[in-house]
């Protein structure tokens, strides 16, 4: 498909909607055969294609470091567009959450699972299972028990197991993979649902699954969720009262969790053994995986200072405990760990006396691999003798992807040039590295071999963005705060600018990081007259364990004392920065960091965009509040200094606005089933009663990410028009 049109600087909002942030058309989603010979990925078609097909690379038939063209090197296995258009009223619930869960915002195949081989695959649209075998090149639509979500193929490729409803069902493939299957209830219970993630594992821990094969494909693991005990939430619809509302499984901070259990279920006789675990103390089961080295767990206390990583008797559910961590503060989850190297425990372990800040290290059979201030980020794969991670190292702005060898140690595989080097895949010594830089919009996505030399490089065909980012990265007063300032393109003299703050500044996100396109809509926002500054203060990744838990008990204060030190700093640094009109936007911990700014520091802030903001963070997930700032029952200080709203409606910590308040406009979708629109609600309510004037605007029928495209393009519209409105005039004398 050929490049979209040119569209001009001034449609850069129906631009930054229509390529849903200009991911669309970049390669994603990668798996290898185990021979690293093939590999399977995800792609639209063009940058304003919102479909994703699913594509193989033969990189047999590819010149070392030469792009693909498209023919018989790279080719698309599976086109959703032939298939016929995909209806979102009909993806099952549970699929609808995932992609809420995951931030997924295309189409068409947004997921797929293979066997051993990567010769099935296996994926679902609109709810239908396919499958697809790469040897005969044969797609076939199998049958179900009804709308499916989930499906993984055994090893072996014989069967598959799918979610639907809330049961666990197998299809037996007993014609082959090119036949249509016959399928059957595995495990089906009322009132409880297996085989899916809880919503707090989905949302804050990054476990999606909820079953997982075992090597010789005889038996399954599966987890039991039981939400009876949750909190029932009600998300109506009001812009149509004829529709009944959404009940949500809720678990807001202090409240029951869903009982989470896991199982081992023979496939064929249907045996099924209860895997046994001191779940009263150690309730969260936050990673499982099953290998040549067995069944294997990581279950975490409430309070998320200790964790256990268990091994699993399979024939009767005892476990044993292989390693035990515990932390003052808490334990990081981190994706990939933990894994098996061969014999040898593969652990991410956070260690306050590995380097100046501490490290989160890599940890191989108890012993620490990385050196003092390497980040660890991620795990992304695993064999006898190597671990692929992504990791910061002196410099927080920049990952790279790494690899520990059992007879060399510590190499990075990513090229040596700044920027965001993620990895994508791992087998047979190749590595799939996409990487970003302050240069280019568009990502690179690339095959390296062990040694990081180039073996392929995928087409990317995203859409060109109209903007390009002028970044200046800063380190910004005497706790370093990385930074990054925008101003107008081609902006010269001495005027003075109205400054926008445009943050994250919460926990696990970075925002100031060399990538080009973190950037598009600060500098945007930048082209339309503003000094845009975007800090990462403490709480954010990259800079070791103590600078993250420097937060821990008071999510309000460090973060906003970073974010004006850091605004005075850059005055100092650029003088054309206006301190007498600033204003902050953000959505959800941003936005949250956004209304506190201008309840709690009226004097800096003189206008605020607050999106989807957590206002009371008792209406927040247990997993990650409480993380933070404990249970509810034990810490109500910690709350209350956090919050900006308290149980009856009122401020907590607002300074007096006087004759000449800021100006901050609230939005909130009203679908949203992560930060629920009474969050907004409670705030505006509370503004009203002690008489300080807001606006407030609803988004019916949007959630958490605003995927619509109108929405998305008009949120930025009118977000330019308020700042434009609210900083066009200096503060009053």
């Not at 009001?238 to 509302?245: E, H």
Request: glycine share 10%; charged share 25%; proline share 8%.
């Amino acid at each position: 498909m050929p490049h979209p049109p040119e569209i001009s600087v001034s449609n850069f909002p129906r631009q930054h909607a229509r390529t849903r942030r200009f991911s669309l058309g970049v390669p994603r989603a990668f798996h290898f055969d185990p021979a690293g010979r093939r590999l399977l990925f995800l792609r639209s078609h063009g940058g304003e294609d919102p479909v994703n097909a699913l594509w193989e690379l033969d990189l047999d038939a590819v010149a070392d470091g030469a792009p693909t063209d498209g023919g018989s090197a790279e080719r698309c296995l599976v086109d959703p567009a032939a298939l016929g258009e995909e209806d979102p009223a009909e993806l099952p619930p549970e699929e609808r959450a995932r992609r809420e869960r995951a931030r997924e915002m295309a189409g068409g195949i947004t997921s797929f699972a293979t066997d051993r081989d990567a010769r099935l695959v296996a994926f679902t649209l609109g709810g239908r299972l396919y499958t697809f075998e790469r040897d005969h090149e044969t797609l076939v639509e199998q049958p179900s028990a009804g709308p499916v979500f989930d499906p993984r193929p055994a090893p072996d490729g014989r069967r598959i197991v799918y979610v639907s409803g809330d049961g666990l069902h197998v299809l037996d493939l007993v014609g082959g993979p090119t036949q249509p299957g016959v399928t059957r209830p595995l495990v089906v219970e009322d009132g409880v649902s297996w085989g899916r993630a809880e919503f707090v594992a989905a949302e804050e821990m990054g476990r999606g699954h909820g079953s997982w094969w075992s090597p010789d494909g005889e038996r399954v693991a599966v987890a039991r969720v039981d939400e009876s005990a949750v909190p029932a939430w009600w998300i109506a619809d009001p812009a149509n009262p004829d529709r009944a509302p959404q009940r949500v499984a809720y678990p807001a901070a202090g409240t029951a969790n869903a009982d989470v259990r896991l199982a081992v279920l023979g496939v064929d006789d249907g045996r099924r053994i209860g895997v046994n675990w001191d779940r009263a103390t150690l309730p969260y089961l936050a990673r499982v995986s099953w290998t040549g080295q067995g069944l294997t767990l990581l279950v975490q206390s409430r309070d998320q200072r200790r964790a256990q990583v268990l091994a699993v008797d399979v024939e009767t559910g005892a476990t044993t405990v292989l390693r035990e961590v515990t932390d003052p503060a808490w334990i990081e989850l981190v994706d990939g760990a933990p894994a098996w190297s061969g014999s040898d425990l593969v652990t991410v372990e956070d260690l306050a006396d590995h380097g100046p800040d501490g490290s989160r290290a890599l940890v191989i059979d108890g012993e620490v691999v990385t050196p003092p201030g390497l980040q660890v980020r991620a795990v992304v794969a695993t064999d006898a003798d190597e671990v692929v991670f992504t990791g910061a190292d002196t410099d927080p702005t920049q990952v790279h992807l790494w690899r520990w060898r059992r007879d060399d140690g510590i190499a990075r595989l990513s090229p040596a040039a700044p920027g965001m080097h993620a990895g994508g895949a791992s087998a047979g010594g190749r590595h799939v590295v996409a990487s970003t830089d302050l240069d280019a919009t568009a990502p690179k996505v690339q095959v390296v071999d062990t040694d990081g030399r180039t073996v392929a490089r995928l087409r990317v065909v995203a859409a060109t963005p109209d903007v390009r980012p002028q970044v200046q990265l800063l380190e910004l007063g005497p706790r370093g705060l990385r930074a990054a300032l925008l101003l107008p393109t081609g902006a010269t003299g001495d005027t003075r600018l109205p400054v926008v703050l445009d943050p994250y500044g919460g926990p696990h996100a970075q925002r100031v990081v060399q990538s080009a396109s973190a950037h598009l809509t600060s500098q945007w926002l930048a082209d339309q007259g503003f000094a845009v500054l975007v800090v990462d203060g403490r709480g954010s990744p990259a800079r070791g364990p103590q600078w993250e838990r420097q937060i821990h008990g008071d999510l309000a204060t460090p973060v906003l004392e970073d974010q004006i030190d850091a605004l005075h700093a850059a005055a100092a640094h650029e003088p054309r920065l206006d301190l007498d009109r600033v204003a902050i936007r953000g959505w959800s911990f941003g936005g949250y960091l956004a209304a506190l700014a201008v309840l709690r520091r009226p004097d800096v802030f003189r206008a605020a965009i607050a999106g989807a903001p957590v206002t009371d963070w008792q209406l927040y997930d247990t997993h990650y509040t409480e993380r933070y700032l404990g249970h509810p029952a034990d810490a109500p200080a910690n709350y209350e200094v956090s919050s900006l709203v308290d149980a009856e409606g009122r401020l907590l910590g607002a300074q007096p606005w006087g004759d000449d308040p800021p100006e901050l406009l609230i939005v909130h979708g009203l679908a949203d089933d992560n930060v629920v629109a009474a969050h907004a609600l409670r705030l505006s309510s509370a503004l009203l009663a002690d008489g300080r004037p807001h606006r407030f605007l609803p988004l019916s029928g949007v959630t958490h990410m605003t995927p619509q495209e109108v929405v998305a393009e008009q949120l930025l519209r009118r977000q330019v028009d308020f700042l434009h409105q609210a900083l066009g005039r200096p503060r009053s004398a």
